[in-house]
């Protein structure tokens, strides 16, 4: 496994695994498509650095995922709406238990023991997290429904629908 001191959230990202090092320092396990680091920082760290890296401080974009969505906690955060990377916490953000997952990569959601779920990527890589399917399927559709609405607002949706059609569209997702 690859060691970094930082890490770039990209399209590839699927998850970000709290793990204790050696020293009882929190660290990630970044899963990628095809590749596995593991990053000396926490996975909130991670998070809040890419906020920033992609043009706006976390609390910014957990402020407007709640407006947006309604929501109190357990929010969604649109990393980069123009790269389409939105990622939601398994648990409290602030607790050292919690995954955070990336939509476009959550193939499926299936039971795991009494209070537990795998996560089954689309590149066939599971993780087993603490929280209950039903209750990570709710936070996922409500990343999903964070996407879109962004996704609207922005025009990516009509400059698609001009050049296929609407129909054509919706076939396609």
């Not at 596995?36 to 991670?46: A, E, H, R």
């Not at 920033?52 to 995922?65: I, N, P, Q, V």
Request: aromatic share 10%.
């Amino acid at each position: 496994m690859k060691k970094a001191m930082s890490y770039q959230i990209g399209k590839k990202t699927q998850a970000l695994e709290p793990r204790y090092d050696q020293y009882g320092n929190l660290c990630t396990i970044v899963h990628e498509l095809h590749e596995t680091y593991m990053v000396t920082k926490s996975p909130k760290q991670i998070i809040e650095e890419n906020c920033s890296f992609y043009g706006c401080d976390y609390e910014g974009r957990l402020k407007s995922a709640k407006q947006i969505l309604g929501l109190k906690q357990m929010v969604p955060i649109p990393l980069s709406v123009a790269l389409g990377v939105y990622t939601m916490p398994t648990c409290s953000p602030d607790s050292d238990k919690c995954f955070w997952l990336f939509l476009g990569h959550i193939k499926k959601i299936e039971k795991y023991g009494q209070k537990s779920a795998e996560v089954v990527f689309t590149s066939g890589q599971s993780l087993v997290v603490d929280v209950h399917k039903d209750t990570l399927e709710v936070r996922h559709a409500k990343m999903a429904l964070l996407h879109y609405i962004l996704t609207k607002r922005t025009g990516v949706y009509e400059k698609w629908e001009s050049r296929l059609g609407l129909s054509e569209l919706w076939r396609l997702l």
